[in-house]
């Protein structure tokens, strides 16, 4: 997945033919960022990916999986698998896979199960259109979220307005793991 969505990224820039330059600028990214993206070396953060599909006229999940459709009306992800693999590094300081089958017609969420090093520095804080539900899986996370500071365990869960300043971080001595089901 991380060499698609970047190259996914290209072809829709290319094909309204905007620049990179212009791109960053309206996406607020460094153009390293974006080159990165787009070369594979790089994985943006759902954030990103979100607020790359508007400003390039894609839908979140077809910028994410591409555009083919699947007609069945249910995903069964099983336990320890993602359609989409694992995609580690992002720029917010998580790794995340997807738990849906790409292209599933009539989804309106994607939900990801994210984990995050506690060493990882933290990202900025990001906005991004859409709303947000977490539950913590394992381990405890910090939310940024509007400029207060709040610290979740394992079984807490918060619901928020994407729009909002937010980030997420581990805390603590091991990784810990969330489920965040986005909608956009």
Request: negative net charge; contains cysteine.
């Amino acid at each position: 997945m991380r060499k698609y969505i970047g190259e996914r990224v290209q072809k829709l820039r290319e094909a309204q033919g905007l620049t990179q330059q212009e791109v960053c600028k309206l996406a607020g990214l460094e153009i390293s960022q974006l080159q990165a993206y787009e070369e594979g070396s790089a994985v943006p953060s759902v954030g990103v990916v979100i607020n790359l599909s508007r400003i390039l006229g894609s839908k979140f999940e077809g910028l994410l999986h591409g555009g083919g459709t699947v007609s069945e009306s249910i995903t069964i992800c099983r336990s320890g698998t993602s359609y989409g693999g694992q995609q580690g590094n992002t720029e917010q300081g998580y790794a995340y896979g997807t738990l849906t089958r790409p292209g599933t017609v009539g989804h309106v969420m994607e939900p990801f199960m994210l984990s995050f090093d506690p060493q990882a520095p933290k990202g900025a804080p990001i906005t991004h259109d859409g709303q947000e539900f977490v539950y913590v899986v394992e381990g405890v996370v910090e939310l940024f979220y509007d400029g207060k500071n709040y610290q979740l365990k394992k079984g807490d869960s918060a619901y928020l307005n994407s729009s909002l300043s937010h980030r997420f971080h581990g805390l603590g001595d091991s990784p810990a793991q969330i489920l965040a089901v986005v909608s956009s």
